[in-house]
Nanobody, 117 residues
Framework: QVQLVESGGGLVQAGGSLTLSCAAS??????MGWYRHAPGKQRELVAS???????NYADSVKGRFTISRDNAKNSVYLQMNSLKPEDTAVYYC?????????????WGQGTQVTVSS
């Protein structure tokens, strides 16, 4: 059974930093990453990293956020620096598993990140 367990959200002032962690179990994932969902907006990709190391960032977080992955621990991390109020959202860990029928998406329970101005 696949399980994604997130930690690290919280309340921080603008300009501050937070680190999100996600520990996965139950499978090997081709891609792991983070999405966020802010009130009134659609869920959006924040950053993703493939098992081989290829990284993708949303334009809004480039230069401020850093995604990393520990394949041995099946974990993914998101270091968030220079946080802005517009980064406030629920952040979800995502893991993609390749199967014979296509890509299967798994999601964590979400962790709240609130950035005060």
């Amino acid at each position: 059974q696949v399980q994604l367990v997130e930690s690290g959200g919280g309340l921080v002032q603008a300009g501050g930093s937070l680190t999100l962690s996600c520990a996965a179990s139950g499978s090997i994932f081709s891609t792991m990453g983070w999405y966020r969902h802010a009130p009134g907006k659609q869920r959006e990709l924040v950053a993703s990293i493939r098992s081989g190391g290829t990284i993708n960032y949303a334009d809004s977080v480039k230069g401020r956020f850093t995604i990393s992955r520990d394949n041995a621990k099946n974990s993914v991390y998101l270091q968030m620096n220079s946080l802005k109020p517009e980064d406030t959202a629920v952040y979800y860990c995502n893991a993609k598993e390749s199967s014979w029928s296509g890509i299967i998406d798994y999601w964590g329970q979400g962790t709240q990140v609130t950035v005060s101005s």
